[in-house]
Each structure stands twice: as structure tokens, then as C-alpha cells.
């Protein structure tokens, strides 16, 4: 299983789901922040993603997050990997350094951004962001052998047939914890 699954801190309430709650919610919406740090177990912090999403006339700033562990190890910004393991950096540079050489280069291209469309397929998501002249893909790609290995064993990635829908939640605080 890919999806870790998680609540929302302090409670036992489950953070909604796109699948439950629908993508109108967050279409149209700005960016405001981003993170990738976002989630504890206690000990530490499974590295989900998270974009706070500005206010609207429905609803308050609340955060889309990806609940995947190393959740920016499993997607591309314009075909380029977001994050990578250090040991990957000779195969692609990530647009985040971590480690011994640190940089980013994705938080500038996401804050601003709105969210224009969304495509979720069996195994894939999509998101186009940017404004109507500039429109940029945010993805988890259908062919994983796209993405970085997992640095430690150099195995790919295998997205194993769950819903991605159900990956990408709306939390109030962005503080879950799994």
C-alpha cells in the first residue's frame, strides 16, 4: 500500500478525501503555501506534500495534501522530478536539493498558482496549475519508471492500484498525524 493513512491531530476524524468530497472544491483555488513536511507518526514525519489553498467565498484556507510517504518522490512538475534521494541527483536534478546540497526550485512555481484542472485516471493524478496563459502539470505519472528510485534500495516505484482520489485530502489545520 502506497496511502499511509492518517487524522487529524489532537482528534480520531479521518481528513476528507477528493474521492468523497469531489475535485470542485479545490478547482479555481490560489496556492498560498507549500510544504513537504507535512504529517507526524511522533517520532518524525512521513514527508507528505501539502498545498494550503487561499479562502473562498465557501470555504476557509485549508490544505490539499498528498498522504503518500516521501510524497515528493512521487511526483513530476513538467515532466522533472520535485524531489529525489541524493544518490539519484546524477540521473535528474530534483527541483528540491536536499542533503549535503540543498536548493529549491518548486516552492517559487506553486505559491501564486491556482488549481485549473484535475485529472485523476486508474493510476495517475494530474494536476494543471498556473493561470489560464501559463499552465504547468503537477503529476503522479501512469508509468512510474518516470520518478526517482527509493534511494536506499534503488528499487522503483510501484503504485499499487488504489484509489488516487483517496490520496489527496483536504485538512482545516494540516497537522495529521498517521
Not at 482528534?11 to 468523497?20: C, Q, S
Not at 512521487?74 to 542533503?99: C, F, K, M, T
Request: glycine share 10%; with cysteine.
Amino acid at each position: 500500500m502506497n496511502i499511509t493513512e492518517c487524522w487529524e491531530a489532537g482528534t480520531k476524524n479521518h481528513p476528507e478525501t477528493l474521492r468523497e468530497i469531489g475535485v470542485d472544491r479545490i478547482i479555481g483555488r490560489e496556492i498560498i503555501e507549500y510544504s513537504g513536511c507535512k504529517g507526524t507518526y511522533g517520532m518524525g514525519g512521513p514527508g507528505f506534500v501539502g498545498f494550503r489553498l487561499d479562502k473562498t467565498a465557501d470555504y476557509k484556507k485549508e490544505w490539499l495534501i498528498l498522504t503518500l510517504w516521501g510524497a515528493t518522490d512521487w511526483l513530476l512538475y513538467d515532466s522533472r522530478w520535485v524531489s529525489a534521494h541524493p544518490n539519484q541527483y546524477e540521473v535528474q536534478r530534483p527541483l528540491i536539493g536536499i542533503g549535503d546540497e540543498v536548493w529549491d526550485e518548486f516552492t517559487e512555481k506553486v505559491i501564486g498558482a491556482k488549481i485549473l484542472e484535475i485529472d485523476f485516471c486508474e493510476n495517475s493524478s494530474k494536476l494543471t496549475l498556473g493561470t489560464n496563459d501559463d499552465k504547468n502539470i503537477l503529476e503522479i505519472p501512469e508509468d512510474v519508471s518516470l520518478l526517482p528510485k527509493y534511494g536506499g534500495t534503488l528499487q522503483s516505484k510501484l503504485w499499487d492500484g488504489e484509489d488516487q482520489m483517496k490520496a489527496w485530502v483536504i485538512s482545516k489545520s494540516g497537522n495529521l498525524r498517521c
